[in-house]
């Protein structure tokens, strides 16, 4: 198993230009989440998904997008890039609603000019 | 809304000391679950430990164990024998449990970085 896998690792955007984070598990989880992180801030969560089809927003949502067509896939898209969207963006997933460990991915870390 | 605080931003031990690391949340919930994650260098998010808010008993790893005070909305972590691998930014979390289950939204506090002198 590969686990969580994000794509890219590292990007470069400038302001207003748009772009997708990917985000992909093949553990069959039906639970995936997106978190940033900023310093001094742990981790906050964007959007989550429990399940193909379904999404929800999590406690800073503005300025992203989800959708989850597949089990295996949550992209994070990004609108119209903005400097305050700079940041180190983790996706996870969890199998189990009895004890909600997650499994996080390497993270994406992105600079918004 | 839950809060999760971390009051020591740095803290050091020497290699094979034991250290505590505090960590203190606000919640009206009953059942929760309480996490230590770990963030070396690397940046990957690491699972160290997880505690039932149901449980008394406090859950331990290896060299990781917590104090969980329920009632003091309390949970610490303490690393026995410490090695210069567990150098790393240290986070609690915190997760509401709903009607079906874990709730699988994770609340973190701001993390302690852990530095581990030889």
């Known amino acids: 198993n590969a686990g969580v896998t994000q794509t890219p690792k590292f990007q470069v955007l400038k302001t207003g230009q748009s772009m997708t984070l990917q985000c992909a598990q093949d553990?069959?989880?039906?639970?995936m989440s997106w978190y940033r992180q900023d310093p001094g801030m742990g981790l906050r969560l964007i959007h989550y998904s429990v399940g193909a089809g379904i999404t929800d927003q999590g406690e800073v949502p503005n300025g992203y997008n989800v959708s989850r067509s597949t089990t295996e896939d949550f992209p994070l898209r990004l609108l119209s890039a903005a400097p305050s969207q700079t940041s180190v963006y983790f996706c996870?997933?969890?199998?189990?609603?009895?004890?909600?460990?997650?499994?996080f991915g390497p993270g994406t870390r992105l600079l918004v000019l | 809304a839950q809060t999760v605080t971390q009051s020591q931003p740095e803290m050091s031990v020497q290699e094979a000391e034991t250290v505590t690391l505090s960590c203190t949340y606000d919640?009206?919930?009953?059942?929760?679950?309480l996490f230590w994650y770990k963030q070396p260098p690397s940046r990957q998010m690491i699972l160290v430990i997880r505690q039932e808010a149901y449980k008394q008993q406090n859950a331990t790893e290896n060299r990781f164990s917590v104090n969980f005070q329920k009632a003091a909305k309390s949970f610490s972590l303490k690393i026995s024998d410490s090695q210069l691998g567990d150098t790393a930014m240290y986070f609690c979390a915190f997760m509401k449990q709903g009607d079906g289950g874990a709730t699988n939204k994770l609340i973190f506090g701001t993390g302690t970085l852990l530095a581990v002198q030889p």
């Open positions: 996870a997933s969890s199998y189990s609603i009895v004890d909600g460990t997650q499994y």
């Open positions: 553990m069959n989880h039906e639970y």
């Open positions: 919640t009206s919930e009953n059942n929760y679950y």
